[in-house]
Nanobody, 124 residues
């Protein structure tokens, strides 16, 4: 069993920054990648960023490239999302996920384990 716990969400003004953290516990060898997803009210959950565990390769959705950075801790059971230059359209519930990914690192269906989410609200 794997548990994922997110933290670091909050409310900021446009142009501000937030750093999300995700701590993984349990059987921590059952995935090769971790990712961040977000879901705004009335919208589908979308992949935002992902990182491959063994070599640190990263993947981003186009809308956050150059603004968001995903990273992992030395023990590789922590993953972070540094979000800069935030926009109102970044407002959503952000979820941490883990899985064995061999195709699309930003595809929701590829991930097996999910956290409960942390809210990010960006005001204009």
């Amino acid at each position: 069993q794997v548990q994922l716990v997110e933290s670091g969400g909050g409310s900021v003004q446009a142009g501000g920054s937030l750093r999300l953290s995700c701590a993984a516990s349990g059987y921590t060898y059952s995935w090769n990648s971790m990712g961040w997803f977000r879901q705004a009210p009335g919208k589908e959950r979308e992949g935002v960023a992902a990182i491959r565990r063994f070599d640190g390769s990263t993947y981003y959705v186009d809308s956050v490239k150059g603004r968001f950075t995903i990273s992992q801790g030395n023990a590789k059971n922590m993953v972070y999302l540094q979000m800069n230059s935030l926009k109102p359209e970044d407002t959503a519930m952000y979820y941490c996920a883990a899985g064995n990914i061999f195709r699309d690192h930003l595809a929701r269906d590829e991930y097996n384990f999910w956290g409960q989410g942390t809210q990010v609200t960006v005001s204009s």
